[in-house]
């Protein structure tokens, strides 16, 4: 059993918040998909694709965003406490039956959600699904167990790149609060988030109306049933705006390189043509090398920057897509002595506000290939599904979703690229002696 935090979120695609049903994208996979919701306003998926190994995940609206100034950190704590002590079986139990069944479950965050995801052979599954429902709804947080978690904490915040540290400053400083707020536990609440604070978090987001359940390679009648085992209060909880603001961040830690994030407003997740055109301007600024090996980026950052620096350097386009709103950018990584002329570059791209029919043509292209390859794998294809089914709650399928992209204009993309360009985010982290403040770039 682990916890994890899912670190591709931070540079997530449209595909990862969604828009990416189930279907035969190859001659191996042949997924037949019923959604349906429950009384309750629990939302069931399942997938059956005649798989020898099975997934089913409880997905909560329950990430960093609906955390307040009195409990941050509190679902980074959460996620971390997956496997400990619930009201019916030992933290020995749970771990113990899990291994013994040769089935793994983990634990997964990010902004929105936190997702508990149960994988095995299908036998193993279904004998597991008690330990699942216990670790994702009967928890109690034991302070002892809860105060064991430190070092686990302050690893987690030790070993973070500062790529990833960028882009959760770049979520600081657009948002402020709710999305702005860090998958991470600041270092001043470790060891102060009581098992009051942790029960009153789970109590508030952890309901019917803020879930849903997803299984893929399971009978669809025996995730219906399972979802209906469940112990949830049928409430819809608090939903919290976090309007795009803006701003700039800076944290200079020395060393020899500089890691920017650039962004403004993207799209949410809800308005699909928006979404969609967001996910197309992000394979069309580049998303690094399409080809195995290859160092060759035809992306628009790419070319716009590879002449600012002689020194190697590397860039890949971002856009998150939440359920109110959304950030499109670019995230930058380069010796701090040409940091300043690349980000330049970028700014000057950004707002630019132009993109030709070519450059959309070929994101569209990258678009639906990444989508799809994507569902080849079965865990991508629980945690998409996942994503879709408690953030919208619908979804599209893959013939629709195709024409979908298709249908996205070189205008649609346009006026992402000038929406985002009218107000950008900027956050820095490393040797940012050369790295130009917000206002030197206006």
Same mark, same amino acid.
């Given at each position: 059993? /682990?916890?994890?935090?899912?670190?591709?979120?931070?540079?997530?695609?449209?595909?990862?918040?969604?828009? /990416?049903?189930?279907?035969?994208?190859?001659?191996?996979?042949?997924?037949?998909?019923?959604?349906?919701?429950? !009384?309750?306003?629990?939302?069931?998926?399942?997938?059956?694709?005649?798989?020898?190994?099975?997934?089913?995940?409880?997905?909560?609206?329950?990430?960093?965003?609906?955390?307040?100034?009195?409990?941050?950190?509190?679902?980074?704590?959460? +996620?971390?406490?997956?496997?400990?002590?619930?009201?019916?079986?030992?933290?020995?139990?749970?771990?113990?039956?899990?291994?013994?069944?040769?089935?793994?479950?983990?634990? $997964?965050?990010?902004?929105?959600?936190?997702?508990?995801?149960?994988?095995?052979?299908?036998?193993?599954?279904?004998?597991?699904?008690?330990?699942?429902?216990?670790?994702?709804?009967?928890?109690?947080?034991?302070?002892?167990?809860?105060?064991?978690?430190?070092? +686990?904490?302050?690893?987690? #915040?030790?070993?973070?790149?500062?790529?990833?540290?960028?882009?959760?400053?770049?979520?600081?400083?657009?948002?402020?609060?709710?999305?702005?707020?860090? &998958?991470?536990?600041?270092?001043?609440?470790?060891?102060?988030?009581? $098992?009051?604070?942790?029960?009153?978090?789970?109590?508030?987001?952890?309901?019917?109306?803020?879930?849903?359940?997803?299984?893929?390679?399971?009978?669809?009648?025996?995730?219906?049933?399972?979802?209906?085992? #469940?112990?949830?209060?049928?409430?819809?909880?608090?939903? $919290?705006?976090? !309007?795009?603001?803006?701003?700039?961040?800076?944290?200079?830690?020395?060393?020899?390189?500089?890691?920017?994030?650039?962004?403004?407003?993207?799209?949410?997740?809800?308005?699909?043509?928006?979404?969609? /055109?967001?996910?197309?301007?992000?394979?069309?600024?580049?998303?690094?090398?399409?080809?195995?090996?290859?160092?060759?980026?035809?992306?628009?950052?790419?070319?716009?920057?590879?002449?600012?620096?002689?020194?190697?350097?590397?860039?890949?386009?971002?856009?998150?897509?939440?359920?109110?709103?959304?950030?499109?950018?670019?995230?930058?990584?380069?010796?701090?002595?040409?940091?300043?002329?690349?980000?330049?570059?970028?700014?000057?791209?950004?707002?630019?506000?132009?993109?030709?029919?070519?450059?959309?043509? +070929?994101?569209?292209?990258? &678009?639906?290939?990444?989508?799809? &390859?994507?569902?080849?794998?079965?865990?991508?294809?629980?945690?998409?599904?996942?994503?879709?089914?408690?953030?919208?709650?619908?979804?599209?399928?893959?013939?629709?979703?195709?024409?979908?992209?298709?249908?996205?204009?070189?205008?649609?993309?346009?006026?992402?690229?000038?929406?985002?360009?009218?107000?950008?985010?900027?956050?820095?982290?490393?040797?940012?002696?050369?790295?130009?403040?917000?206002?030197?770039?206006?």
């Amino acid at each position: 059993m /682990a916890s994890t935090i899912a670190k591709r979120t931070l540079l997530r695609t449209i595909g990862v918040r969604g828009y /990416a049903q189930l279907s035969p994208v190859s001659g191996t996979t042949n997924y037949d998909l019923k959604i349906n919701t429950l !009384p309750n306003k629990l939302v069931v998926v399942a997938a059956e694709n005649e798989s020898a190994i099975s997934r089913i995940s409880i997905v909560f609206r329950a990430g960093a965003r609906n955390e307040t100034a009195d409990n941050l950190g509190a679902s980074h704590v959460v +996620r971390v406490a997956a496997g400990l002590t619930t009201k019916n079986q030992s933290q020995f139990a749970i771990t113990r039956n899990i291994q013994q069944l040769g089935a793994s479950l983990t634990a $997964t965050s990010d902004r929105e959600t936190i997702s508990y995801t149960l994988e095995g052979t299908r036998e193993a599954v279904e004998k597991a699904l008690p330990f699942l429902s216990e670790v994702a709804t009967q928890q109690i947080f034991r302070p002892w167990e809860v105060a064991e978690l430190a070092d +686990r904490l302050k690893l987690e #915040l030790a070993v973070r790149p500062l790529q990833l540290r960028a882009v959760d400053l770049l979520h600081k400083a657009a948002f402020h609060t709710g999305l702005g707020n860090s &998958l991470f536990v600041p270092k001043f609440q470790i060891g102060k988030i009581s $098992t009051e604070t942790l029960q009153h978090y789970v109590a508030s987001n952890f309901t019917s109306g803020r879930a849903a359940v997803v299984g893929v390679g399971v009978e669809p009648n025996k995730v219906t049933a399972f979802a209906q085992s #469940l112990s949830l209060d049928d409430s819809d909880g608090k939903n $919290t705006a976090s !309007p795009y603001k803006g701003g700039e961040i800076r944290s200079d830690k020395g060393g020899d390189f500089a890691f920017v994030a650039i962004a403004g407003e993207g799209a949410s997740i809800k308005n699909t043509k928006e979404a969609l /055109a967001a996910a197309v301007l992000q394979r069309a600024l580049g998303v690094g090398p399409q080809v195995k090996w290859s160092s060759n980026d035809n992306g628009l950052i790419s070319k716009a920057i590879v002449g600012s620096s002689s020194e190697p350097f590397a860039s890949s386009a971002i856009n998150a897509n939440y359920s109110d709103t959304g950030l499109v950018g670019v995230l930058l990584a380069a010796p701090a002595r040409s940091a300043g002329k690349l980000v330049e570059s970028a700014v000057k791209l950004l707002q630019s506000g132009n993109i030709s029919d070519v450059d959309v043509t +070929r994101g569209k292209n990258q &678009l639906k290939s990444s989508l799809l &390859l994507e569902l080849e794998s079965g865990s991508k294809a629980v945690q998409l599904l996942g994503t879709q089914a408690v953030l919208t709650r619908s979804g599209l399928s893959p013939s629709d979703l195709s024409a979908a992209v298709d249908s996205v204009t070189t205008s649609d993309v346009r006026n992402i690229l000038q929406k985002v360009g009218k107000k950008l985010t900027i956050a820095s982290v490393g040797n940012l002696a050369n790295v130009p403040y917000a206002d030197d770039l206006k």
